[in-house]
């Protein structure tokens, strides 16, 4: 058909860290002087995400547009956790939480280019556009002193902050040649403009700056299952790519950036109709962020995927030709 529906649920930014931190705290003078030995951890969770629903038009072989209405919300904890080695002091808990919800709007754009200079070939070019969302957000602080006795325990909550959060404007673009239908170059671009990035419910640390964001990426694929070999290794999907993100955080001077090299395997399903192929597929990858400089930190991450990509038709029946 020439329309398509279709409905997510996307996570926008994440938020996931624990830091723990020890220290000492000597009070009283004299013979009466004291040590108290005490531990904060403080736990990051939550967000932004958005549920979305978006409809796109086929207008002919060549061109398709789309649009995307989402629901945009914030759901972020920050929550820190005092305790202290003497039973005479009670631990304290303390949650810092930010909500809030706004609308936002997605465009995009296909075109294909078949058979570029003769022969069986093919061109995708896309482009999407998000635009800001304004998020109208609240910041509440939940504090509670635990005791032995849970009957006991103490709670305050109170607002202390509210305004909005106003996401960046977001550009990707990227184009796919396929010389064959076996094999596929990709390459894609991704502009974040972070410096106009605004929340009024958020201090930013003075050594923290917002920058815009420049991703790029390239790829191959490989898919000899197309010729319908029934040799092992044509059993499988292959996958290369290489991604470099200078990121949208500057800290102490020094640009966040990251670099990702990774690798894919997909294994086909035994069951094949019509040409649509599930397959699990496997993917490694590689990545290098951050700096040594100016006391921060460069990780060295290694990570691995799983997923499973359901494609086929449920309940189909054949027609007798």
Aim: net charge negative.
């Amino acid at each position: 058909g020439t329309l398509g529906l279709s409905v997510g649920f996307l996570p926008y930014t994440n938020t996931s860290f624990q830091i723990t931190d020890s220290g000492r705290e000597i009070f009283r003078r004299g013979s009466i002087r004291d040590t108290l030995n005490f531990q904060t951890i403080n736990v990051g969770q939550g967000g932004l995400n958005r549920i979305e629903m978006g409809l796109g038009w086929r207008i002919n072989q060549n061109i398709a547009i789309g649009y995307a209405a989402s629901l945009m919300y914030a759901s972020i904890d920050d929550q820190y956790t005092t305790a202290f080695d003497q039973r005479d002091y009670q631990a304290v808990n303390t949650t810092f939480q930010t909500s809030g919800s706004g609308f936002g709007n997605r465009f995009g754009a296909q075109l294909t280019l078949p058979s570029i200079g003769g022969g069986n070939n093919r061109l995708n070019l896309g482009m999407a556009v998000d635009l800001p969302t304004t998020i109208e957000a609240e910041k509440v602080q939940e504090t509670t002193f635990v005791t032995q006795d849970p009957e006991d325990e103490d709670d305050t909550e109170a607002e202390i902050g509210s305004g909005e959060i106003r996401t960046p404007l977001g550009i990707t673009a990227g184009l796919t040649f396929e010389p064959s239908q076996r094999i596929a170059f990709t390459a894609e671009g991704r502009f974040q403009q972070w410096s106009e990035y605004k929340n009024e419910v958020s201090i930013t640390p003075q050594n923290i700056e917002f920058t815009d964001r420049l991703k790029v990426g390239a790829g191959i694929k490989y898919y000899p299952y197309v010729t319908g070999s029934d040799k092992f290794l044509s059993r499988f999907k292959y996958r290369l790519g290489a991604t470099y993100d200078s990121g949208h955080l500057t800290i102490n001077d020094e640009d966040i950036s990251s670099l990702r090299f990774s690798a894919g395997l997909g294994i086909l399903s035994p069951t094949r109709i019509s040409g649509f192929n599930s397959s699990v597929d496997i993917s490694f990858y590689y990545e290098i962020r951050g700096t040594k400089s100016q006391n921060l930190v460069k990780e060295n991450i290694w990570g691995a995927k799983l997923s499973l990509n359901l494609a086929e038709i449920f309940f189909y029946r054949p027609k007798l030709q």
